[in-house]
């Protein structure tokens, strides 16, 4: 299991006005769509269904497309979270334990498979800078991250 924590530039990404959104894995220059893993549609519905409310940072369908990851492991989509969901601790561990759910559901029939999960939040430390947060492992490690997102607010 890795954690790590670095800076992260949001300068190309629109839609920063949500407590948590799903970011672009990357967007393409020449076209100028943004890209998001294939799971993202599915793993947006899973949340809304069960009351967690997140969006895609792009909202015109022309402008985006779809990778498909070929591996075994699961890639999330690149999760934005506001201070105003870290500043909340309970929901904070809703949307971790919903990431596990969703996942342990979607490989129940896999015995041994890694996750990566990628979280973009504000660093309150210095003005219009953000931090991301890469987590690489067996998915039920992820809570460990609940607690780096937890004390982001008392630092």
């Known amino acids: 299991m890795t954690i790590v924590t670095e800076n992260y530039d949001l300068k190309n990404v629109a839609g920063i006005n ?6 672009p894995t990357y967007i393409q220059e020449l076209s100028g ?3 998001y893993t294939k799971e993202t549609i599915n793993f947006i519905k ?3 269904q069960n009351k967690f409310k997140i969006t895609l940072s792009e909202t015109n369908p022309k402008n985006f ?3 498909d990851n070929k591996s075994i492991d699961w890639i999330s989509p690149i999760i934005f979270i506001s201070n105003t969901i870290t500043a909340n601790p309970d929901a904070v561990k809703l949307l971790i334990d919903l990431i596990i759910s969703y996942v342990s559901e979607k490989f129940a029939h896999v015995s041994d498979f890694k996750s990566k999960c990628t979280f973009i939040y504000e660093d309150k430390k210095s003005d219009s800078s953000y931090k991301k947060i890469t987590y690489e492992g067996n ?3 992820l809570k460990d991250v609940k607690d780096i997102l937890n ?5």
């Open 18 to 23: 949500s407590e948590v959104i799903i970011l």
């Open 33 to 35: 769509k943004s890209i």
């Open 46 to 48: 899973y949340l809304n």
């Open 65 to 67: 497309l779809y990778q």
């Open 139 to 141: 998915i039920t490690g």
């Open 151 to 155: 004390s982001i607010n008392n630092e």
